[in-house]
Each structure stands twice: as C-alpha cells, then as structure tokens.
C-alpha cells in the first residue's frame, strides 16, 4: 500500500490578491513619493570651483505667486527657483531646480520674468517648467541678482552658463558651456 503525502497548508492555502487595493496602495505611494522623485548632479568640485565672471552677486528672494511680486525688482539680472521651506524644526535646506537670467539681449526686467512664470499659458509652454512649478510651487522660491547697467548680455549669459555648469539644475537643460554639456551627454 502507497501512502500519499499531505500537501503542506501552504500548499492548500488559495493565494489572494486584491489588485484594486494593490492599485491604490501604489496610487498612494507615486502621489506622495513617487512624483516628487528627480535626478540631481550634485559635484562637490564644481560647486567649489564654480568659477565665475563676477566677484560676487547678492541675492534676495520671493515666495512663488503674486503676494511679493513688487519685491522684485525692474533691473536686469539672474534668478534661480529653488525649493525652499524655512521651519523651526528642520534644518536649512534648498536645492536649485533653475537658473536664467533677465535682460538677455534686452532690457527685460527680473520682474517681467517672474512674471512670466505667473502666465500660465507661457509656463504650460515649456513643459519641464510647467512640471517643476505645477510639483513644487508650495516651497517654490524665486531668487534674483541684480547686475549693473554696464553688464553686457554677452557677459549676463556667461554668467548664467557658469553657474548652471557648477550647480547643474535639473531644470535649466540648454544654458551650459559646450563642454559641461557635452559632458552632461554621456548620462542620458
């Protein structure tokens, strides 16, 4: 007589898997981790050894939206949108998503660029900073540079090259120098 082994409980046991609740478990995770993911470069180096045209800028800020709009000034200069949240319990923190500057080529205002930003049609334009305001607008911050009137636009887009080739924005894709960009290229 051949006596059949048991199956195992594990064996018997019907696996069941609600793929409604597996869905929104996932769901849940993308809206509050997964969309929020980016790529960042962060080289010591060249934040070190950034060089620059300029001795030195000094930089303000304004909350993204209307509310400090006339802190912004109506002179040429760069600007950058970092994600930034002051709090009693965190530490300092930031991180740049972009940098541009105002007046390329042109009298344009910091002012008019932000602007620019709060135009809904221009920003749906341009899709990558459609997706950085549209994800980050709550700790969005808007910082600025004013230049002198004697600053070039030559010497303004060379400055915006050199510090998007230290920081290396995730946002800013065009505004580098050739070899940083090529460079940039090999990671794609």
């Known amino acids: 007589m051949v006596r059949r ?3 195992s409980p594990a064996t018997n046991k019907q696996i069941r898997v609600n793929i409604t609740k ?18 960042f470069t962060l080289s010591p180096d060249k934040i070190i050894n950034g060089a620059s045209a300029f001795q030195s800028l000094t930089w303000d800020s304004v909350a993204y939206g209307t509310s400090e709009l006339n802190k912004v000034p109506n002179q040429r200069g760069i600007y950058a949108f970092a994600i930034r949240h002051e709090s009693s319990v965190l530490p300092p923190h930031g991180y740049i998503l972009y940098i ?18 709060l135009d809904e049609n221009k920003v ?9 305001i549209g994800t980050w607008s709550k700790v969005l911050r808007f910082f600025f540079a004013t230049v ?12 915006e090259k050199q510090l998007n080739g230290a920081l290396m924005p995730p946002f800013s894709i065009g505004d580098l120098e050739a070899d940083v960009k090529r460079k940039q ?3 794609r």
């Open 185 to 187: 290229r090999a990671f």
């Open 5 to 7: 082994k048991s199956a």
């Open 124 to 132: 749906i334009a341009r899709s990558n900073i459609a997706y950085m």
């Open 100 to 117: 541009g500057i105002a007046g390329r080529r042109s009298k344009r205002s910091l002012r008019a660029r932000f602007e620019d930003y």
């Open 22 to 39: 597996l869905k929104n478990y996932v769901d849940a995770a993308n809206s509050e981790i997964g969309s929020f993911r980016r790529t």
């Open 148 to 159: 002198d009137d004697n600053v070039t636009s030559v010497e303004l887009e060379t400055l």
